[in-house]
């Protein structure tokens, strides 16, 4: 795999991805490519000219904007390593993702225990001090001040940090589902064909997730109000994240009967918009992956 004109555009969109993470908005989407680049060089280029055409990169950025930017490139780097591998020894897509997205969070938690050890800065700590501030603010400005008792701003603030780690994994899903996309797009003009994700009607989840469901939603039944133990923060999260893996099953079983029934292709799309919004409809996720339904919808 030899370096060419390609590499160099991709290490010219890696250094202009990283110089607009200043830029307010425009930084959104940067985050969301950002993998994208390295993906690309680290499967295609020998793993000596990787790092050759990576730290020019990082040195302007560094000189250009300072040790920030660095500090997000350098984020996303384990990841798209990963992606890379499993691009290169050709792994199934599934486990391609999950190792991302494992990647991904472990960072994530590295960096917040190093914050803490390192820097003795707790950023959980610090995000509820944040949170306690703004609503000690809106409360001495007389808006709803009836509302803003000591007691309510405890339940805002456990409440937020009890969803952070829903928000980090989905965070992470998202992230990768991007790269993976995005880089399998771009490597398709080297001549590789990667695995990608299966058509949405083939979209199932395992049988054993419907038992961690009905585990979890028993729990979240049992525990009482108030607590805030891990057991609760757990299951605080898990039911909406289990809830959304069912909704993504409920959209599968749709494509599954349109592909079966000959639907236009529009009218799954529309029917997968209608369950995304509706939460109660990943009911039928839960009982497509509990009992064999497909199979009623089956061409004989």
Do not use: C
Not at 229 to 243: E, G, I, K
């Amino acid at each position: 795999m030899k370096t060419d004109g390609k590499s160099i555009l991709w290490s010219v969109a890696a250094l202009l991805l990283l110089l607009s993470i200043g830029v307010p908005l425009l930084n959104v989407l940067t985050i969301a490519l950002l993998m994208v680049p390295y993906v690309v060089l680290y499967t295609t280029l020998s793993k000596r000219m990787f790092a050759a055409h990576l730290i020019p990169v990082w040195l302007i950025v560094y000189l250009a904007a300072g040790p920030a930017p660095l500090i997000v490139g350098l984020f996303f780097l384990v990841p798209s390593i990963v992606m890379g591998h499993y691009y290169r020894t050709g792994k199934p897509v599934r486990s391609r993702m999950t190792a991302v997205l494992v990647s991904l969070v472990a960072i994530v938690l590295l960096e917040l225990v190093l914050f803490d050890l390192v820097l003795d800065l707790s950023v959980i700590g610090a995000l509820q001090d944040q949170l306690r501030s703004a609503a000690n603010r809106v409360a001495s400005e007389g808006v709803m001040k009836d509302l803003w008792t000591a007691d309510m701003v405890d339940q805002l603030v456990e409440s937020t940090v009890q969803v952070i780690p829903q928000a980090l994994l989905l965070s992470a899903f998202l992230l990768t589902a991007v790269a993976q996309y995005g880089s399998r797009i771009a490597l398709r003009a080297y001549g590789l064909q990667p695995a990608g994700m299966p058509p949405a009607r083939d979209w199932r989840v395992p049988r054993i997730l419907v038992t961690y469901y009905l585990i979890v939603l028993l729990l979240q039944l049992l525990l009482p109000a108030g607590d805030s133990s891990f057991l609760t923060t757990a299951v605080a999260n898990l039911v909406p994240l289990l809830r959304f893996v069912f909704t993504v099953q409920a959209i599968g079983f749709f494509f599954y009967l349109a592909h079966q029934k000959r639907w236009p292709k529009g009218v799954p799309i529309f029917i997968g918009f209608i369950v995304l919004l509706f939460p109660p409809l990943s009911l039928i996720g839960v009982l497509d992956a509990a009992f064999p339904i497909r199979k009623s919808f089956q061409k004989p």
